[in-house]
């Protein structure tokens, strides 16, 4: 079996799914899904949709017009996003620049060599979760159309560089949408600790947010 792999899918696919599964388990609902699920094994017709109560929106919408700024000048992703404090350090932080206290992995393989060409400015609408969601869920009231990228964020941070106790768009745990350069949806998160930012990112279906949590989409004909 390839890494990464399950059979002929991705495991980025089939963790949320399998998540959200174990998690219907462990609820109240679940001796009636179980018996479902051993229908299934049996090969007989079998019913695993939600109850009514489960059917609920994901979202509330807190500010409908955050305007990004246009790319003027080729983004160039690794001169905006690197590690300037704490202990691993790539450039010092001067004063007026945005903290970056992290920078993962993930994030460095989909985005670590990106440059955006220029564009015009758009906005962006924000959105509280009201329960916990998994990417897909949120995409289905926002829209997978609906993305803004990173010259975008980084605008963002720029407004709220030391943090989101500095009035601005972003909270402390924050969802974006981002297309990697090879065409992939991506689930970028940027979470502010006592230091710093933190950035990271996911493929979808495979990261699930907490209530409270922002995220963005792009609004729809700008």
């Known amino acids: 079996m390839s890494k990464g792999m399950l059979g002929l899918l991705s495991l980025s696919d089939v963790r949320g799914p399998m998540n959200t599964l174990e998690d219907a388990l462990a609820g109240e609902r679940g001796p009636e899904i179980l018996e479902e699920l051993k229908k299934f094994n049996r090969g007989e017709p079998c019913n695993l949709q939600k109850s009514p109560k489960e059917i609920q929106k994901v979202l509330l919408l807190m500010n409908a017009n955050i305007n990004i700024p246009a790319v003027t000048t080729p983004f160039v992703v690794a001169d905006h996003f690197y590690i300037n404090i704490g202990p691993n350090v790539v450039k010092e932080w001067k004063p007026g620049e945005v903290k970056i206290a992290g920078i993962g992995i993930a994030f460095q393989k989909f985005f670590g060599n990106q440059v955006i060409a220029k564009?015009?400015?758009?906005?962006?609408?924000?959105?509280?979760?009201?329960?916990?969601?998994?990417?897909?869920?949120?995409?289905?009231?926002?829209?997978?159309?609906?993305?803004?990228?990173?010259?975008?964020?980084?605008?963002?941070?720029?407004?709220?560089?030391?943090?989101?106790?500095?009035?601005?768009?972003?909270?402390?745990?924050?969802?974006?949408?981002?297309?990697?350069?090879?065409?992939?949806?991506?689930?970028?998160?940027?979470?502010?600790?006592?230091?710093?930012?933190?950035?990271?990112?996911?493929?979808?279906?495979?990261?699930?947010?907490?209530?409270?949590?922002?995220?963005?989409?792009?609004?729809?004909?700008?």
């Open 119 to 222: 564009r015009d400015g758009h906005t962006l609408s924000s959105y509280k979760i009201l329960q916990r969601a998994y990417d897909k869920a949120i995409l289905k009231e926002v829209g997978i159309q609906t993305r803004t990228d990173l010259a975008g964020i980084n605008a963002l941070m720029a407004l709220q560089p030391e943090g989101p106790h500095k009035k601005g768009a972003l909270g402390v745990r924050n969802a974006f949408h981002i297309i990697d350069d090879t065409g992939t949806v991506r689930v970028v998160f940027l979470d502010w600790s006592d230091v710093g930012w933190g950035v990271g990112a996911d493929g979808l279906g495979g990261y699930q947010w907490d209530a409270g949590s922002l995220v963005f989409a792009r609004n729809s004909g700008n």
